[in-house]
C-alpha cells in the first residue's frame, strides 16, 4: 500500500521555498500549487513514481480536456519539483524528465479572401512616390508570396529582380535561393515605382524611404496598416496576411502542394500542409478523382 503522509508535507515545504524567492507571480505559484497537489492525488508516494506512470496520468487529464500548454505547464512545475527534492530532500532519478506534452493543433494562418485583397490592392494610380512604392510593396507582397524580411533586402540593379521576364529571385531562410514569379499587376506597379525611385548616394535598397535609404520592417507593417484602413477593411492586416493570402489563393485553385512549397521556400512540404486546411473539399475532390483506391464502389 503507497505511504501518502510524506507527500504535502514536501509539497508544503517546496511551495513555501518558492514563494520566499519571490521569483514567481501569485498566479503562477498557484498553478504550481493546483499542480502538484494534482500530482499527489494520483500517486501520493513521490519516490515511487515511475516515467511511465506520469504519461499515463499526463494521458489521462488530456483526454478531460487539459490543453496542451496547461499539460506543459504542469509537467513544469512537476520536473521543478523533482529538482528541488533531489536538491534538499535527497531523491533519486527524476521521472519527468524527457516526457513533453502532446503538441498543440497548429493554428490556421491569417489569409484575405480573394475580395478583400482585390479590394486592397485594386485602386486608381497614385502620384506620390511613397504611395507608389508602398502599391509596388504590397503588391510584390501578395504576388509572390515573399517573407518581409525578403521584400526589404532586394536591391534595385543586381539582377535578381527582371520585370521582363516577371521573375524575382530572393534569399530565405537558411540562406536558400529560390526564384518567384512575378504577376502582371506586380510589375506594373514595380515599373512605376523604379520610375521615381530616389536613392541615397550609395543606396542599393529597392525599396527606400522619404531619406533615400532602406525601408525598415517596421514601416511596412505599419503603412501596410495605414493602407488597408484607408481602403474600409475591417481585418488588421500585416505583410505575413499578404504570404498566407498567396498561399491561400494559388491552392485554391491549384491543388498543387510542391510547387506552392517551393515558391514559399519552405524546407518542409508539412509546413506548407496547414494551407490546405483552408480548402479541404476542394482538394478531397482532386484526390477522390485521382487516387486509385479512393474511389467509392
Known amino acids: 500500500m503507497r505511504s501518502r503522509s510524506d507527500g504535502p508535507t514536501l ?8 514563494e520566499h524567492q519571490r521569483r514567481l507571480s501569485p498566479a ?5 500549487a493546483h499542480a502538484i497537489h494534482a500530482l499527489l492525488n494520483f500517486h501520493g508516494d513521490l519516490k515511487s513514481l ?38 534538499h530532500r535527497g531523491f533519486g532519478a527524476n521521472p519527468v524528465l524527457g516526457i513533453r506534452a502532446p503538441k498543440a493543433a497548429r493554428p490556421l494562418p491569417k489569409a484575405l479572401s480573394v475580395e478583400s485583397t482585390e479590394q486592397l490592392l485594386n485602386e486608381e494610380a497614385q502620384d506620390q512616390p511613397a504611395l507608389i512604392r508602398d502599391r509596388a510593396m504590397f503588391e510584390l507582397l501578395y504576388s509572390s508570396g515573399l517573407r518581409l524580411g525578403e521584400l526589404i533586402a532586394l536591391n534595385a540593379h ?44 550609395g543606396e542599393k535598397a529597392l525599396f527606400v524611404g522619404a531619406r533615400g535609404r532602406r525601408i525598415s520592417a517596421g514601416t511596412v507593417g505599419a503603412r501596410l496598416r495605414r493602407w488597408a484602413q484607408r481602403r474600409g477593411l475591417r481585418e488588421r492586416v500585416h505583410p505575413h496576411m499578404l504570404r ?3 498561399a491561400t489563393h494559388v491552392l ?20 506548407t500542409q496547414v ?6 473539399q476542394a482538394l478531397a475532390k482532386v484526390y477522390d478523382a485521382a487516387h486509385p483506391r479512393a474511389k467509392k464502389k
Open 11 to 18: 509539497a508544503a515545504d517546496y511551495l513555501n521555498a518558492l
Open 28 to 32: 503562477t505559484l498557484r498553478n504550481y
Open 50 to 87: 515511475e516515467p511511465a506512470q506520469v504519461r499515463r496520468f499526463i494521458a489521462t487529464l488530456h483526454a478531460r480536456g487539459l490543453s496542451p500548454r496547461t499539460l506543459a505547464l504542469t509537467l513544469s512545475a512537476w520536473r521543478g519539483f523533482y529538482r528541488w527534492l533531489a536538491r
Open 158 to 201: 543586381d539582377g535578381r529582380l527582371d520585370l521582363r521576364e516577371g521573375e524575382v529571385t530572393v534569399t530565405g531562410k537558411g540562406a536558400k535561393t529560390r526564384s518567384v514569379p512575378i504577376g502582371a499587376s506586380a510589375r506594373a506597379a514595380l515599373a512605376a515605382w523604379l520610375a521615381v525611385r530616389q536613392a541615397a548616394p
Open 244 to 246: 498566407h493570402s498567396f
Open 252 to 271: 485554391q485553385s491549384s491543388q498543387d502542394l510542391r510547387a506552392v512549397q517551393e515558391m514559399l521556400g519552405h524546407a518542409s512540404i508539412s509546413t
Open 275 to 280: 494551407y490546405t486546411h483552408l480548402d479541404y
